[in-house]
């Protein structure tokens, strides 16, 4: 799968790996766009290996200074939620056609781009566009929101709101959600930090999708990162689905923490493959994580295909593999689990082999106090 962007009047390709035939094709970017310009200090925190990584500012000032920035906006549909226009179970507010979306809005109904948004002057902690509530719904009709310069966050949702059919390129962070929400049918490359971060404070239970998506060449963090925070796992529930994403060629494909929560982590028909970490990442301080596997391949990583950090303080993980999980050619272990209960169910199966590191780490399945139960694993060579 290959697609094609214009950067200053000139033509550049973005190759893509195309998944193997049994793993369904996340959606081709339609549009070809012009790129430009963002802005904003990043600042980075996630757990590996229990450690924190601050990313630092990216050197921007010369590149701002060195060409004239102007944002442009684009032309929507519009149909203003209750809080931009009268009041829930009332009559719906009118659509609202040609309508201009101005970088750095608010919104809480239905928004349709009708061409690319442009917004470089987008800030440290703000958003190019923003999105409030369950009834607000972000279409960007396979147009680009695009930031240049790799500071402020590209698609804000907050609160249950969702983001479909959009590509979203050159932000710190390609998509910032908090408290919930989904995302479908999207793009998300070339960011500073994170493709996608989600943030649940679970103060009692939030929900987040991810579907049909490709993200790639987020060079500073993962393509998905997710943590989810609450009082307790007995008090604050959180959960994610993925579902048909690629996340390829980031730092970590897709990483998963828990603290003081219970978390639930659902992955099917999912690849993270050509990552320079680890393939996929779970961690938990003081929560109850349970994950579930199906259909998954993750090879070709820097690190392991599936890693589950050993350092579970104060809490559990349980990983079920109920179908089957492909973890191939990884520079070190293709499963790195330290103290975690792993179920196979009967129609699963966990193929981990060729995977390449040596000495201490040469083991396809790494482990000194993981339990297995159910079909056990394989070394399925010829996949």
């Known amino acids: 799968m290959s697609s094609q962007a214009k950067v200053d009047g000139s033509t550049a390709q973005l190759d893509m790996e195309d998944p193997p035939p049994s793993l369904p094709t996340p959606p081709k970017r339609q549009k070809a766009s012009s790129f430009s310009n963002v802005s904003r200090t990043a600042v980075v925190l996630f757990l590996s290996l229990g450690i924190v990584i601050g990313g630092g500012i990216v050197g921007i000032a010369g590149h701002i200074s060195s060409r ?3 944002q442009q906006n684009a032309v929507a549909i519009i149909r203003e939620g209750p809080d ?19 970088c750095g809005q608010t919104f809480t109904g239905e928004v349709k781009l009708t061409e690319d948004l442009y917004c470089p002057q987008t800030t440290s902690g703000n958003c190019a566009i923003t999105l409030e509530g369950e009834d607000a719904v972000l279409d960007c009709n396979q147009y680009m929101i695009d ?15 969702s983001a479909i059919n959009c590509n979203v390129q050159k932000f710190k962070d390609g998509i910032y959600v908090e408290n919930g929400g989904e995302v479908n049918d999207c793009e998300v490359m070339f960011n500073d930090v994170f493709g996608i971060q989600v943030q649940n404070e679970a103060s009692s239970t939030t929900k987040m999708k991810i579907s049909n998506t490709y993200i790639h060449d987020n060079a500073g963090g993962s393509g998905i990162f997710f943590l989810g925070s609450g009082e307790s796992p007995e008090s604050s529930e959180t959960s994610i689905e993925v579902n048909n994403v690629k996340s390829n060629h980031n730092v970590i494909g897709m990483s998963f923490a828990g603290v003081n929560v219970k978390l639930e982590v659902q992955v099917k028909d999912s690849e993270t493959s050509n990552n320079s970490g680890s393939g996929i990442q779970i961690d938990s301080i003081s929560a109850a994580v349970d994950v579930e596997l ?3 391949i ?6 392991d295909g599936l890693y589950v950090s050993p350092l579970i303080v104060g809490g559990e993980v349980k990983v079920k593999v109920k179908g089957d999980v492909n973890l191939y050619k ?4 293709g499963f790195f689990v330290g103290d975690v209960d792993v179920v196979v169910e009967r129609r699963g199966a966990l193929n981990s082999c060729g995977n390449l590191a040596s000495g201490s780490l040469d083991e396809d399945i790494r482990s000194d106090l993981a339990t297995f ?3 056990g694993y394989t070394c399925d060579s010829t996949s």
């Open 68 to 70: 004239d920035i102007q």
């Open 84 to 102: 931009n226009q009268g009041k829930a179970g009332k009559t719906p507010p009118p659509v609202v056609c040609g309508s201009t979306v101005q």
């Open 147 to 161: 930031g240049d310069i790799r500071v402020g966050n590209g698609i804000c949702l907050r609160n249950g709101a």
């Open 294 to 296: 199906d259909g998954i």
């Open 298 to 303: 993750s090879r070709y990583n820097g690190r």
């Open 330 to 333: 990884n520079e070190n272990s």
């Open 373 to 375: 139960s159910g079909n």
